[in-house]
């Protein structure tokens, strides 16, 4: 007899001993465990194994019913294959809500109260034969008290993740009742995925009873990509030592987001930053134009001066009222020994070349615009002469990127005259911001 005969020999009398014996049962060698378990995470029989085995491919449920005949799943009809199965279980079944119990958010698993319950392991095969074995269970000193999240909201539900200082970030924050395993605040993306929100750890401890912040700001600081324009869940989870799950959502929408990108054109042919004389007597004016791009895909925000306005060579943009403004990108000019960094600064637009968000003025991806400003020489600015003179463009309390400092130098010659000749330039009115 060939080996493969006699498996398929020895194969039949089993199935046959089996068959004559009644063992044909689709659920087979039930046990729970313990008959008394207390889940309250003291490490002292808070679980208990839940073992059974399968003989065919079926869908099963696990449940505890108490004397009410209420039902609450553990498993609610899992498809598993046929062989061994065993599973710890703590207590925790489905979320379910009390009578008349007011609890901020969605229980999504939840404790057992205290009493007996009757278990029950149930399987259905794929010709609907179901089989189903009981027992008895008592859970004692439960620590069913929930991790509730209470009072959970957005300092915001609209914001601009794109650096422009203006609505980039948006903080949750909530109040957490217990003592938590795990406290995860998240958004969900269009996919579905859960994008991780940071804590902003203060006085309470992370996991600990009491008020928690969380700050988002599309990943931009990061310089990632934030979700796309639309409206989004902003989710927390909290789940307690026991394994009780709770969860908050409210809506947030996230509008002209992305990160900012910008840069001064250099054109096919001439200079990137172009000035209009290489020697300037005392007195006179030096004029400057540049091109700005934004090849990003996000609008960025600019401030003034306006371009066209002229400095003395002793003011800077403080001196006109235009103070740092975060966020905002100004196109400058710098040069070698400045006690201010980039002092002469203007607006990367003209109205015209502007688009108006709420209070603020923005160029728009894809868009250009060229800047031009003058600088009127009223003294020898700096040790050197001719003294280096470049262009920086600016996103203030941001960042100066490489590509966009000590762009295109020139050397300009200030024209000075013996000390008993040194002209005395006119003063004029400073063009100082105007205050609404």
């Not at 046959?16 to 008959?35: F, I, P, Y």
């Not at 009757?118 to 794929?126: C, F, G, I």
């Not at 995860?184 to 994008?195: A, K, P, Q, Y």
């Amino acid at each position: 007899m060939s080996i493969t005969a006699l498996i398929f020999v020895i194969a039949a009398i089993a199935v046959g001993w089996r068959l004559m014996n009644g063992d044909n049962s689709l659920l087979r060698d039930v046990m729970v465990g313990e008959s008394v378990i207390t889940p309250n995470a003291d490490g002292d029989n808070d679980a208990t194994p839940i073992q059974y085995q399968l003989s065919r491919n079926a869908v099963v449920s696990i449940y505890f019913e108490n004397s009410s005949g209420d039902r609450f799943y553990f498993r609610d009809n899992k498809p598993r294959g046929a062989g061994d199965y065993e599973v710890l279980f703590s207590g925790v079944v489905d979320g379910y809500r009390l009578p008349d119990e007011t609890v901020s958010g969605a229980i999504l698993s939840r404790l057992l109260q205290d009493g007996s319950y009757t278990w029950t392991v149930s399987a259905t095969d794929e010709d609907r034969v179901t089989e189903r074995i009981q027992g008895q269970i008592v859970i004692q000193d439960a620590d069913n008290v929930l991790p509730e999240m209470r009072n959970f909201t957005l300092s915001k539900d609209y914001f601009t993740p794109n650096r422009d200082g203006i609505d980039d970030r948006a903080q949750a924050q909530l109040y957490l009742t217990k003592e938590v395993a795990e406290l995860r605040v998240f958004l969900i993306d269009l996919d579905g995925l859960e994008i991780p929100i940071s804590e902003l750890e203060r006085d309470v401890v992370a996991g600990m009873p009491g008020r928690h912040y969380f700050d988002y700001e599309g990943g931009v600081d990061n310089g990632e990509t934030p979700p796309a324009d639309g409206t989004y869940q902003i989710a927390a989870v909290a789940q307690d030592l026991e394994g009780q799950r709770t969860r908050v959502e409210e809506s947030l929408t996230i509008e002209y987001g992305g990160v900012p990108r910008a840069d001064i054109f250099a054109p096919p042919t001439g200079d990137t930053v172009q000035f209009d004389a290489t020697a300037v007597a005392l007195c006179d004016t030096l004029y400057v134009t540049m091109t700005v791009s934004n090849y990003g895909t996000t609008p960025i925000r600019t401030s003034g001066p306006e371009p066209g306005t002229v400095y003395d060579s002793d003011w800077n943009y403080n001196t006109l009222g235009w103070h740092t403004e975060s966020g905002a990108w100004r196109a400058a000019i710098g040069f070698e020994n400045e006690l201010t960094n980039y002092p002469f600064r203007w607006a990367v637009g003209n109205r015209a070349d502007l688009e108006q968000i709420g209070d603020y003025y923005y160029l728009m991806p894809g868009n250009r615009a060229t800047i031009s400003g003058g600088i009127r020489l009223v003294n020898v600015f700096g040790d050197r002469n001719p003294q280096p003179m470049w262009a920086g463009l600016i996103h203030e309390d941001v960042e100066i990127a490489q590509f966009n400092t000590h762009v295109d130098p020139h050397q300009i010659l200030v024209d000075i005259p013996d000390a008993g000749n040194m002209p005395s330039c006119e003063a004029r009115e400073i063009p100082l911001k105007s205050v609404p």
